[in-house]
């Protein structure tokens, strides 16, 4: 069954920052934004806005429910045990950081090791460099995904963590997340899940996925930016120590002594990103609202579309597995990625074009860069359209 429906033009007038005629391909980088979750931001700063947790007057206690009410709607979202067990972070990044300094700096002894895979998003490597323990890396296989295989066989019990992303942001190839899960496990390693790619595109059940924390931003899930959310499983968040220090953490200050909070306030120092956090809200409403198995579908049908496009030219390098989720890299023999990305931006097409942030990877492919196409719920064959007259494009200019 042809996925690609009539529906996404109904989901498309729900952005009104894609003018018509506009193919917005670059998702991956950070999705457009419904109108549902402008208005949430937009009551937020016009209507309710005020400070949480600290004020006594009836507009802060509003906001702070409203604010706790998120963080509920977050650990329904990924099925998460318990609100306590998720932290707001300013996104991605900012999770991964969190758990490299916090809970790296209690559990990697000298001698420990992390694994990480060639795919990883920068987000994911540099943080573990930081923590100064050895990193192995998992290679991919043939169609570019994660080798589970060659993980089982490298895993060792000096690993204390393996970090993965559930969704390659280059190539949209998807972790069998549980399986990853056996493996870490068996030696006693934790499992990161980098979830950024993920949670926009297909549901995501960090019970089911039997991780240690899953990690993702706001902005690639048609939210604000400067919002993400960390999960940890609770006994883990319990043991690990402050990372950051300030007001909203601490339990008690003195000169001689401070005592924390627990989590998930003990890792939320300072004023919160209030709105972003109602905005987050919003726009987890919103794909839930058309359903995230929907917005699979809908985009595994616009993948296998451009797939099949873009390979019927012998001039084009595909690169990710045909199922890929929602993200289709490519590359043009002769034609430097940011000249594929800048002559179709003259025909209004935007795709993202460099290393997107995962250089190792780009070295394991062969390549400088590469040009991606990457998906929403606003697209629909009419980008792919576009995609295609501006690659076309791109030929005649190349010769
Ligand atoms: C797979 C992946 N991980 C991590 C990140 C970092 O996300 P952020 O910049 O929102 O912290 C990105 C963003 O491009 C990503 O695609």
New binding site residues.
């Given amino acids: 069954m042809d996925a690609i429906t009539t529906r996404p033009l109904d989901w498309l007038a729900d952005f009104p920052a894609i003018p018509g005629g506009w193919a917005y391909l670059d998702s991956?980088?950070t999705a457009q934004k419904p109108r549902q979750v402008i208005d949430a931001i937009t009551r937020g700063y016009a209507q309710d806005y005020a400070t949480v947790h600290r004020g006594v007057y009836q507009r802060s206690a509003e906001m702070t429910l409203a604010f706790e009410a998120s963080r509920q709607r977050v650990a329904r979202f990924i099925n998460a045990p318990s609100a306590n067990e998720i932290v707001f972070v300013?996104?991605?990044?900012?999770g991964?950081n969190l758990v490299a300094q916090s809970w790296g700096r209690d559990n990697l002894k000298p001698g420990d090791r992390i694994l990480l895979s060639t795919l990883e998003?920068h987000?994911?490597i540099v943080p573990w460099q930081m923590t100064g323990a050895a990193i192995d890396v998992v290679p991919l296989t043939e169609d570019h995904c994660i080798d589970l295989d060659a993980m089982a066989a490298m895993i060792r019990p000096e690993h204390k963590l393996v970090a993965l992303?559930h969704?390659?942001?280059v190539l949209g190839s998807v972790l069998d997340a549980k399986r990853a899960a056996e493996i870490a496990h068996s030696v006693g390693a934790k499992l990161l899940l980098?979830g950024?790619?993920a949670v926009p595109r297909m549901p995501v059940d960090v019970q089911a996925l039997d991780c240690d924390f899953y990690v993702f931003?706001g902005?690639?899930l048609y939210g604000p930016t400067g919002i993400?959310v960390l999960w940890a499983r609770s006994e883990i968040l319990e043991a690990m120590p402050p990372w950051q220090g300030g007001g909203a953490m601490i339990d008690k200050v003195s000169f001689e002594r401070t005592t924390f909070l627990p989590p998930p306030a003990r890792f939320e120092a300072g004023t919160p990103h209030v709105v972003g956090v109602i905005g987050l809200h919003a726009a987890i409403d919103y794909v839930e609202g058309i359903g995230l198995d929907a917005i699979a579908a809908h985009e595994a049908a616009l993948v296998r579309e451009a797939r099949a496009a873009l390979s019927s030219l012998n001039s084009v390098r595909l690169f990710g597995p045909d199922d890929s989720a929602g993200i289709v890299s490519f590359a043009m023999e002769g034609v430097h990625p940011h000249d594929i990305g800048t002559i179709l931006d003259e025909s209004r097409v935007a795709v993202r074009a460099g290393h997107?942030?995962a250089q190792p990877l780009m070295a394991a492919l062969g390549v400088e860069a590469t040009a991606r196409a990457s998906f929403g719920v606003y697209n629909g064959k009419q980008d792919i359209a576009a995609l295609m007259r501006g690659i076309e494009r791109v030929t005649r200019i190349f010769g």
Avoid: M, P, Y
């Fill in positions: 991956a980088a300013r996104g991605a990044t900012e991964i998003h987000s994911n992303g969704v390659s942001n980098d950024c790619q931003s902005h690639k993400g997107h942030c």
